[in-house]
């Protein structure tokens, strides 16, 4: 038989787990934009500068790793700010 985990006791952990995650996001949030930074120079210098058609116009292939990788970095930005704006919101509605 397994036992179904109790709400009441879960109720602590859950919020000190979303304060850690407040902390761990700000500790990671530099070394994330990093690797995105080590991750496009690599992109620039291991691919080629070959050319692909794109509705009549041509694009450079190693643009197109990059573009993934600014909406990835750009992503990752917003998600620190709107966890910037909660934590501000907690402190200042209580």
Known sequence: MREEPRAGLNAGSDREKQQRTGSDLAKR???ALAMYVVLAVLVWFTMDAGKV???GRPVELR???????????????????ADRIRQGGEKGGS
């Open 63 to 81: 643009l197109v790793p990059l573009i993934i990788l600014g909406g990835l970095a750009l992503r990752t930005i917003l998600a620190v700010q």
């Open 53 to 55: 058609l794109v509705m």
């Open 29 to 31: 949030y530099p070394w």
